[in-house]
């Protein structure tokens, strides 16, 4: 049971990886040269996070025992906590960046 448990938990951080990877490379591939490629930059920014996010958790709510269908129910329910530890961090680094910039 718990060798079945580890490879559906294989398959689904798998497949949010390929699925993430595969939207980095489209952003890579976005001519900036106008607003709208930008704005579809962004997009895509935001889509890898949630990508990520959903990922992550549905992997941790099935490792906890939930069935796959409970497990993406109970992820899409903390994406928005996910999405605001990326937030943190991101306001984390910049601080210490520019604390960092203006030390040296």
């Known amino acids: 049971m718990k060798s079945q448990l580890f ?3 294989m398959a689904v951080a798998l497949g949010g990886a390929v699925l993430a990877a595969a939207t980095y490379w489209a952003l ?3 001519p900036e040269s ?3 490629a930008l704005a579809l ?3 895509l920014v935001i889509l890898i996070v949630l990508i990520l996010g959903l990922t992550t958790a549905v992997v941790a709510g099935h490792a ?3 069935s ?3 497990a993406l129910q109970w992820a899409v329910r903390r994406l928005p906590m996910f999405v605001l530890g990326v937030v943190a961090f991101a ?3 910049w601080i210490t960046s520019f604390i960092e910039s203006q030390w040296s």
């Open 7 to 9: 490879v559906t938990n």
């Open 28 to 30: 890579l591939n976005v």
């Open 34 to 36: 106008n607003v709208l």
């Open 41 to 43: 930059s962004l997009l």
């Open 64 to 66: 906890g025992g939930r």
């Open 68 to 70: 796959l269908r409970e």
């Open 91 to 93: 306001a984390i680094w």
